[in-house]
């Protein structure tokens, strides 16, 4: 079997900074960027408030691990992954066997800071109010945690660089 092309997979939390780390490793990689859910509003015509709305998680999560895998023959990509692409369909799995997995973690406290008020962009948070969302995003988290942990680097926090990055995963760009 051919080797698939070399790609990057960025996973984590809603808010922990996936994107925009994601497309700063790219550019200094001179590798392409590629944010996962616009992968699947393009293939669907749709936004995702609106899948869900329409569609449901289940129809989602299905659209999610079909993007994943429409990727495989990409070559020297950074992916952005949903919050949730982790955790369904031995999505982890995949990614582990087909690139590098990096875990941007970031505490329930920090995350809470960076998604209060995003709720309507985010379909998951809609409805949690600011009362109850920090207690949703710790059982999220925790939920969550046992896919991300699984990841073959793991760094992040708010002060995280991508200078910081690369020294972690040179020896792997470099093979
Ligand atoms: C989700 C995270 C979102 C998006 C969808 C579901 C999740 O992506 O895929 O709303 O299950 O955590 P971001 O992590 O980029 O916000």
């Not at 709720?119 to 998951?124: A, C, H, I, K, V």
Request: hydrophobic content about 35%; some cysteine; overall charge negative.
């Amino acid at each position: 079997m051919d080797e698939p092309g070399k790609k990057i997979y960025l996973i984590g939390f809603m808010g922990s900074g996936k994107t925009t780390l994601g497309r700063k490793l790219a550019s200094e990689l001179d590798w392409t960027f590629i944010d996962l859910d616009n992968i699947i509003e393009e293939r669907t015509g749709m936004r995702i408030p609106e899948i869900f709305s329409s569609k449901g998680e289940p129809w989602f999560r299905i659209a999610e691990s079909e993007a994943l895998r429409s990727l495989l023959g990409e070559e020297k990509v950074v992916i952005s992954t949903g919050g949730g692409t982790p955790c369904s369909d031995d999505n982890m799995k995949f990614m582990a066997e087909t690139g590098l997995t990096i875990y941007l973690k970031m505490s329930p406290d920090q995350l809470y800071r960076r998604l209060a008020g995003s709720q309507e962009e985010r379909p998951l948070l809609k409805g949690h109010g600011t009362d109850d969302l920090p207690r949703y995003i710790e059982k999220k988290l925790d939920e969550r945690e046992k896919w991300y942990s699984m990841a073959s680097v793991t760094t992040g926090g708010e002060e995280c660089t991508v200078s910081q990055l690369l020294t972690q995963i040179k020896d792997w760009i470099q093979k």
